[in-house]
C-alpha cells in the first residue's frame, strides 16, 4: 500500500513557475514509476509526466516538454515537478500517482492516487 499527498499548488501568473512534490509513504517507494496527471474543468484527467524507478528515464506529453521537469529523491520518497513558464492551459487539479510498472503514460496503470492539488494560471 502505498498514500500519496500532493502540496505546492497555487495561483501564479502566465509565464511564472511552481514546483508540486508529492510524499509518498511507505517503504517500497523506490520500486514505483511515478507520475504526474492533471484535469482541468470538464475535461478528461491527462498524463502529464513519468518518471522511472531509479529516475533514469522520465516521458512527458507534448505540451509540457521542455517547461516541465519531473524528477524523484528515493531517500525522501517525494516525486517533484517543476513547472516553468506556465500557461492558462496548465491551469487543472494535478495528480500524483505510483505504477508497479517502471514506467507509465497511461492512467489504468497506476495503482495509487493522491488527493489532488489546485494550480491556477492568470494571464
Known amino acids: 500500500q502505498v498514500q500519496l499527498v500532493e502540496s505546492g499548488g497555487g495561483l501564479v501568473q502566465a509565464g511564472g513557475s511552481l514546483r508540486l512534490s508529492c510524499a509518498a509513504s511507505?517503504?517500497?517507494?523506490?520500486?514505483?514509476?511515478m507520475g504526474w496527471f492533471r484535469q482541468a474543468p470538464g475535461k478528461e484527467r491527462e498524463f502529464v509526466a513519468a518518471?522511472?524507478?531509479?529516475?533514469?528515464?522520465?516521458d512527458y506529453t507534448d505540451s509540457v516538454k521542455g517547461r516541465f521537469t519531473i524528477s524523484r529523491d528515493n531517500a525522501k520518497n517525494t516525486v517533484y515537478l517543476q513547472m516553468n513558464r506556465m500557461e492558462p492551459e496548465d491551469t487543472a487539479v494535478y495528480y500524483c500517482?505510483?505504477?508497479?510498472?517502471?514506467?507509465?503514460?497511461?492512467?489504468?496503470?497506476?495503482?495509487?492516487w493522491g488527493q489532488g492539488t489546485q494550480v491556477t494560471v492568470s494571464s
Open positions: 511507505g517503504r517500497t517507494f523506490s520500486r514505483y514509476g
Open positions: 500517482a505510483a505504477s508497479a510498472s517502471p514506467i507509465a503514460t497511461i492512467e489504468r496503470w497506476y495503482d495509487y
Open positions: 518518471i522511472s524507478w531509479s529516475g533514469t528515464y522520465t
